[in-house]
C-alpha cells in the first residue's frame, strides 16, 4: 500500500517529492502520483522512481494525500477525491481557505494549509503550517516533521500563511529577478555570463545566511561593508536612485492582494 498521494507534481510538487526522498523523510516505495493523465503520471513516477497512481481505492486507504495542484485545479480535485473519503490532506494551494478546503471534504477529514518555496528542494525552504478544525496534534507534528527536514517552518495563524505566502512563497522569484539583474551589471561591466550570474546567487547566498546566522538586522550588517566614500555606497544610492527598495515592498504588498483576491473568488 502507498502511504503517501500526491496529486499533482509540478515544480511545487516535485520540489516537495525531491526534497522528502532526498531527506530520507519518505520512501520510494510509500508514494503514488497522480498527474493529469495516466501518461503523465506514468512519466513523473518514472522520473522518481515512485509508483504511478493507480486506482481511486489508494486515495481511501492512504495516510496522507498531498495537493500540490494549481488553485484554479483544485475545486475540481476536491470533487475527485471527496467520494473515497481521504483521511488526511495537505493542501499547498495558495489563496484555498482551510473552511473551503473543509467544507469540500468529508466532516472530520483533517486538513492542513502549507505554504511553502521552491527552496526546500535543496533544504532551504521556508514553509507556513496552518491548521484546520479537526487537525489532530499528530498530524500536525507529521506535517512539521517533514516540512522542517526541508527547511524552516512557521506555525501560526491562516492568515499568517498568507502574508508568509506573499512574501517567502513568492520570494524566490523576487530572488531570481535580483540575481538576473545583478548579472546583467556584471556582464555590462565586462564579466563573462556564467561568472556574473554565479557571482550575483553567491552574493545573495552569502548575505542571506549572514542575516540568519548572526541573527543581526540587515541594516547593521549593510553599514558594516559601507565605507564613507566607497563602491557600496555609491552602488546603494543607485539602487534608491531607481526605486528598487519600494519596488519589492510593492512586490509583496501586490502578492498579498493578489492571494486575498484568489481567496474570495
Not at 37 to 62: H, L, N, Q, W, Y
Not at 74 to 89: C, D, S, T, Y
Not at 93 to 121: D, Y
Request: glycine share 12%; net charge positive.
Amino acid at each position: 500500500m502507498n502511504r503517501i498521494v500526491l496529486i499533482g507534481c509540478g515544480a511545487m510538487g516535485g520540489a516537495i517529492l525531491s526534497g522528502c526522498l532526498a531527506g530520507g523523510i519518505w520512501k520510494k516505495e510509500e508514494v503514488a502520483i497522480k498527474g493529469r493523465t495516466r501518461e503523465s503520471s506514468e512519466e513523473k513516477a518514472c522520473a522518481f522512481g515512485v509508483s504511478a497512481f493507480s486506482s481511486d481505492e489508494e486515495i481511501r486507504e492512504a495516510e496522507l494525500v498531498l495537493l500540490a495542484v494549481k488553485p484554479q485545479v483544485l475545486p475540481v480535485v476536491l470533487k475527485e477525491i471527496e467520494r473515497h473519503r481521504p483521511k488526511r490532506v495537505i493542501s499547498i494551494a495558495a489563496g484555498i481557505s482551510l473552511q473551503t478546503l473543509e467544507k469540500s471534504l468529508p466532516k472530520g477529514t483533517e486538513v492542513i494549509r502549507v505554504m511553502p518555496n521552491t527552496p526546500l528542494s535543496v533544504g532551504l525552504g521556508m514553509t507556513a503550517i496552518a491548521t484546520g478544525q479537526s487537525t489532530s496534534k499528530e498530524f500536525l507534528e507529521e506535517t512539521k516533521r517533514i516540512f522542517s527536514a526541508l527547511g524552516e517552518i512557521e506555525v501560526g495563524s491562516e492568515r499568517q500563511l498568507d502574508q508568509l505566502g506573499a512574501l517567502s512563497g513568492a520570494g524566490p522569484g523576487y530572488a531570481f529577478v535580483m540575481i538576473d539583474a545583478l548579472a546583467d551589471g556584471g556582464v555590462r561591466i565586462g564579466l563573462r555570463r556564467d561568472l556574473a550570474i554565479r557571482a550575483a546567487a553567491m552574493a545573495l547566498m552569502g548575505a542571506a545566511k549572514l542575516v540568519l546566522s548572526t541573527g543581526r538586522h540587515p541594516a547593521a550588517l549593510r553599514d558594516e561593508v559601507t565605507s564613507p566614500g566607497g563602491t557600496t555606497i555609491a552602488g546603494i544610492h543607485a539602487i534608491e536612485e531607481g526605486g528598487v527598495r519600494s519596488a519589492l515592498m510593492n512586490a509583496v504588498k501586490a502578492a498579498m492582494d493578489r492571494s486575498d483576491k484568489m481567496s474570495k473568488s
